[in-house]
């Protein structure tokens, strides 16, 4: 069974940077994607990134050019570097693993707080 651990998450300023960090318990090769979603109180959980096994990136419109998404494969880590950060952007960050074949994704992480202070 793969896990997830995300990590990274914290309080920050408006207009600071964070680096999240999701750990997979075993290789990531042979995840299909990868991505980052959040969730904020009282709001459904939305994308805010995805990566393919060959490192097509997707956004998020809201992003607008603040976050990247990367993958080191060698660490079976993850990262989604946030600049420019908005209070609009407190949430938890959610990193998923997997796309099945119904388009769900297979596995999950327990989520790391995102708090953006004004």
């Known amino acids: 069974q793969v896990q997830l651990v995300e990590s990274g998450g914290g309080l920050v300023q408006a207009g600071g940077s964070l680096r999240l960090s999701c750990a997979a318990s075993?290789?990531?090769?042979?995840?299909?994607?990868m991505g980052w979603y959040r969730q904020a109180p009282g709001k459904q959980r939305e994308m805010v990134a995805t990566i393919t096994r060959n490192g097509i990136t997707n956004y998020a419109e809201f992003v607008k050019g603040r976050f990247a998404i990367s993958r080191d494969n060698a660490k079976s880590t993850v990262y989604l570097q946030l600049n420019s950060l908005e209070p609009e952007d407190t949430a938890v960050y959610y990193c998923?693993?997997?796309?099945?074949?119904?388009?769900?994704?297979?596995?999950w992480g327990q989520g790391t707080q995102v708090t953006v202070s004004s």
């Open positions: 075993g290789s990531i090769w042979g995840f299909n994607a």
């Open positions: 998923a693993a997997d796309i099945l074949v119904d388009g769900r994704w297979g596995y």
